[in-house]
């Protein structure tokens, strides 16, 4: 168990904030890590730090000494994802001239990190979910099975029980997965957090980039605090670096941001609520509502449209027929 102590001390350094969701999440991280579960949910948004709650709880249990494999579900396509997670047998179709242990096999006694998991083709969830009952699957090409000892951490940025109701994943593997599920606040969420990140960035930076910044103007901080960081951490630490490499001033000040974040505290507070449209038939008017939201959605994401997707809980694909039908210009 030394090794997992050991995991428990880095992971305390890791999760920096005070927040009460953070500290209550930290308790869950452990509390989980030292537990036999075999199958861990991760909610949260894109750049809340699913992957680094995963390798934390790997890290805290008594896999440490193991692999921790990592797979996107996302990015890799649905033809290629049995061989990169189950392996192949040599022969088994055309191009196979070895055998590949997959990355299940590779993460034997230790865990699988599977982002993104409601990208997973439904076949394969059918796969995964009897792996999942049996501890047990097949090399592609395989007539034996081989059994594994393995941990398994999935995350998504979805609420998955909305795909099970648009027959999108697996009601029986969403259960299976639901046993344990951990939620990782959005940044927007976590108050003074986002100074205590910035603080822990910058002190990274410092040393990485031989800089003495002394920290964020006190402007800076109170727009960093007002701004909703659709990126979240990511964002956060992404933007931090940036201004690092690209600026010479020993304080991070205002006009380092970059357009999509205000510059002044007047343009970080909060916009009052647009008054009620009145006048015209029922299509007209929500046709400009649902006109208002998504305009207010593509400025707080800077006009990336996977982050303003994510933000209105809708798919890449749907903001884009909503972006058509609403005569909305895309760049």
Known sequence: MAGAERGMADYKNEMIGSHPDI?????????????????????GETGTGKGLVARMIHRASGR?????????CAAIPASLME????????GAFTGAVERKLGLVEAANQGSIFLDEIREMDLTLQAKLLSLLDTQQFRRVG????????VRFIAATNKVLLSEVKSGKFREDLYYRLQVVALNIPALRERGEDVISLSEHFIDRYNRQYGRKVRGLHPETAEIFRAYRWPGNVRELENLLERIFILEEEDEILPK?????????????????????????????????????????????????????????????HALRHQLIKLGLKQD
């Open 142 to 149: 395989a007539v034996k099975a081989t059994s594994v000892d």
């Open 256 to 316: 380092h941001l970059p357009e999509r974040i205000p510059r002044s505290l007047r343009e970080a507070a909060p916009q009052t609520e647009a008054a009620p449209i009145i006048g015209g038939s029922f299509h007209e008017l929500t046709s400009a509502f649902q006109r208002q939201i998504v305009l207010q959605a593509l400025e707080q994401a800077g006009g990336n449209v996977q982050a303003a997707a994510d933000l209105l809980e809708l798919s890449r």
């Open 23 to 43: 500290l209550a999440l930290r308790r869950l991280v452990e509390r989980v890590a030292k537990s036999p579960v075999r199958t861990v949910l991760i909610y």
């Open 83 to 90: 061989s990169e997670l189950f392996g192949h047998e040599r």
């Open 64 to 72: 440490a000494a193991k692999e921790f494999v990592d797979l996107n």
